[in-house]
């Protein structure tokens, strides 16, 4: 049998075996949330196209507009999405090793790892555009054509950045260490999201401008380069959506194209991949003298030196502090221009402001502390038996764990919640109550993340972000912004009954206002002794 369909078939194995009943069962609720996310999507972008239509000729220009934009997203997007996970599987992958002791031809493995390249950077793709693309043939009662045109002009454009992601990977591994050159494109990235993110902030107008001129600034972007392969997939599939034969003009320019950058890949992989492979790990600085050798810790806080010292090595967990920071930003920007005078005469506007500001607040929180509490137990990986052997109390262990997460996230945390409130005038006893509200939040959302982290630990793994992305790490992320959403419920309620009544408040009122904020705490205190307490137990019955 070839390598490529016993790579295939391995791989339907594997997917076949994993669907169990059981495990079906398991699936159940996130396949309910991927749903709703779908009909979410779909109503928003079925409500925004019925919108823009109204407008005339200057609507239909705003549509095909807004789609050219959708594909010069898509193409920037997969095509740097293909460079570093073209990076991660030719050159990083824990295969390697294993294929390359094994009698196989190069052009075998570039085969390979060229498919799953494909697969697992364009996942994402095929899972959330779907539903625009549905609304798009909808609201325009487009024919069987234009939903057949529209998945193969996607494959196709997947196909073409694959090939021109991969042939970059190749160059970037010759040039640079894999690793090395995996961040530089995480920063890359990060600096043309925030470039294209203002560039759009601030054509758009603020303050009192109307929906003319609004719509006037989205038509000033030009995404439609005849040499973008964007505006070929627009070109092929716009007439479709009208009710016309498809371009087979700019269908060929695809297909050759697509064609034509695969075979690039491939060449320039069989070319350069084995002389890349000794460039795989990059060469370390002997020593360990530094200057957190000269604080060592030792005792009860030798664990936190530990963890410190492993984080600051590692460049894949610190460098993501950058992505977050560049997010805060943008977050913190966003609040910056809300325009306040516009709105002045509604009722509790700034409470209400504030409210939003605490569940937004909250969702960083719980997606923060997925990637960094969450895992911080499966960051030991295969070396967790070390610690398992060593004499150190596990619920102790553990403890360390929440410390060194719960006390950057939520310097995070109330940092963003004091800016954004400063940003929006929010004073006195708001901005007080706000901050005490998310110390809490960080605190038992700490505390549940460690601790389900400790029952749900994956210590054998290729890219320590895949493990907040498996049934443990979705069920915290629901459990924690749950959470958020149950405190902010509580608090608000309290807040508007002690605003409204004032000083007034019945005994009847009094006792609802103690047992709603008794239950805020009882909840947040449950969600954090909880899935600690269980979590140092499994780590003690864990059998290695």
């Known amino acids: 049998m070839g390598m490529l369909p016993?790579?295939?078939?391995?791989?339907?194995?594997?997917?076949?075996?994993?669907?169990?009943?059981?495990?079906?069962?398991?699936?159940?609720?996130?396949?309910?949330?991927?749903?709703?996310?779908?009909?979410?999507?779909?109503?928003?972008?079925?409500?925004?196209?019925?919108?823009?239509?109204?407008?005339?000729?200057?609507?239909?220009?705003?549509?095909?507009?807004?789609?050219a934009m959708i594909f010069f997203s898509l193409t920037g997007f997969l095509a740097l999405s293909n460079i570093i996970t073209g990076l991660s599987s030719f050159y990083l992958s824990r295969e390697i090793p294993f294929l390359l002791s094994k009698p196989l031809l190069t052009r075998?493995?570039?085969?390979?790892?060229?498919?799953?390249?494909?697969?697992?950077?364009?996942?994402?793709?095929?899972?959330?555009?779907?539903?625009?693309?549905?609304?798009y043939g909808e609201v325009y009662g487009a024919t069987a054509v234009y939903y057949c045109s529209v998945p193969a002009a996607l494959v196709l454009l997947i196909l073409l950045t694959a090939g021109l992601g991969i042939s970059l990977?190749?160059?970037?591994?010759?040039?640079?260490?894999?690793?090395?050159?995996?961040?530089?494109?995480?920063?890359?990235?990060?600096?043309?999201?925030?470039?294209?993110?203002?560039?759009?902030?601030?054509?758009?107008?603020?303050?009192?401008?109307?929906?003319?001129?609004?719509?006037?600034?989205?038509?000033?972007?030009?995404?439609?380069?005849?040499?973008?392969?964007?505006?070929?997939?627009?070109?092929?599939?716009?007439?479709?959506?009208?009710q016309k034969s498809p371009d087979l003009f700019y269908a060929a320019v695809l297909v050759s194209n697509s064609l034509f950058l695969l075979l690039l890949s491939s060449l320039i992989g069989t070319g350069l991949y084995m002389q890349n492979i000794g460039r795989l790990q990059p060469a370390g600085r002997a020593g360990g003298q530094g200057f957190l050798s000269r604080l060592y810790l030792q005792g009860r806080y030798a664990l936190l030196y530990k963890d410190l010292r492993i984080f600051v090595r590692d460049t894949g967990q610190w460098s993501q502090l950058f992505i977050i920071l560049a997010l805060v930003l943008?977050?913190?920007?966003?609040?910056?221009?809300?325009?306040?005078?516009?709105?002045?005469?509604a009722p509790f506007l700034k409470e209400i402001l504030v409210l939003v500001n605490l569940?937004?607040?909250?969702?960083?929180?719980?997606?923060?502390?997925?990637?960094?509490?969450?895992?911080?137990?499966?960051?030991?990986?295969?070396?967790?038996?070390?610690?398992?052997?060593?004499?150190?109390?596990?619920?102790?262990?553990?403890w360390s764990k929440f410390f060194q997460g719960c006390a950057p996230v939520a310097v995070l945390v109330c940092l963003l919640v004091f800016l954004t409130n400063t940003a929006l005038a929010v004073t006195g006893r708001l901005m007080y109550l706000s901050l005490a509200i998310v110390l809490l939040l960080c605190v038992s959302v700490s505390g549940l993340g460690a601790g389900l982290g400790a029952l749900f630990p994956r210590f054998t793994y290729?890219?320590?972000?895949?493990?907040?992305?498996?049934?443990?790490?979705?069920?915290?992320?629901?459990?924690?912004?749950?959470?958020?959403?149950?405190?902010?419920?509580?608090?608000?309620?309290?807040?508007?009954?002690?605003?409204?009544?004032?000083?007034?408040?019945?005994?009847?009122?009094?006792?609802?206002?103690?047992?709603v904020t008794c239950a805020v705490i009882l909840a947040n205190a449950a969600a954090f002794y909880i899935p600690m307490r269980r979590g140092a137990r499994a780590l003690e019955a864990m059998e290695l």
Do not use: C
Request: charged share 15%.
């Open 169 to 242: 990977a190749h160059l970037l591994a010759r040039l640079f260490p894999a690793r090395r050159s995996r961040d530089f494109l995480f920063g890359l990235g990060l600096m043309l999201f925030l470039a294209a993110y203002f560039v759009m902030k601030s054509s758009i107008p603020s303050g009192s401008a109307g929906p003319e001129d609004i719509v006037s600034s989205f038509m000033r972007f030009s995404t439609d380069s005849p040499l973008l392969p964007g505006t070929w997939v627009l070109l092929a599939v716009l007439p479709t959506l009208k």
């Open 108 to 135: 075998d493995i570039i085969r390979l790892k060229t498919l799953e390249t494909i697969l697992n950077s364009s996942w994402m793709v095929l899972s959330f555009v779907p539903p625009v693309f549905i609304a």
């Open 359 to 398: 569940a937004l607040a909250g969702l960083v929180l719980s997606a923060v502390s997925a990637r960094f509490v969450f895992t911080s137990v499966s960051l030991e990986g295969q070396a967790f038996w070390v610690v398992r052997s060593a004499p150190v109390d596990l619920g102790r262990f553990l």
């Open 6 to 67: 016993l790579f295939l078939r391995q791989r339907y194995l594997s997917i076949r075996n994993s669907f169990t009943r059981r495990s079906a069962l398991r699936r159940l609720p996130f396949i309910a949330i991927g749903i709703g996310f779908w009909l979410l999507l779909y109503l928003g972008s079925r409500g925004t196209l019925l919108f823009v239509r109204t407008l005339g000729p200057f609507g239909d220009a705003l549509a095909e507009r807004l789609l």
């Open 330 to 345: 943008v977050y913190v920007y966003n609040f910056r221009t809300v325009p306040l005078a516009a709105f002045s005469g």
């Open 462 to 515: 290729e890219n320590i972000a895949s493990v907040s992305m498996g049934i443990g790490g979705m069920t915290f992320m629901i459990l924690a912004f749950s959470l958020v959403l149950l405190t902010l419920s509580g608090v608000s309620w309290v807040f508007y009954a002690i605003t409204v009544n004032g000083g007034q408040m019945t005994a009847a009122g009094k006792i609802g206002v103690a047992a």
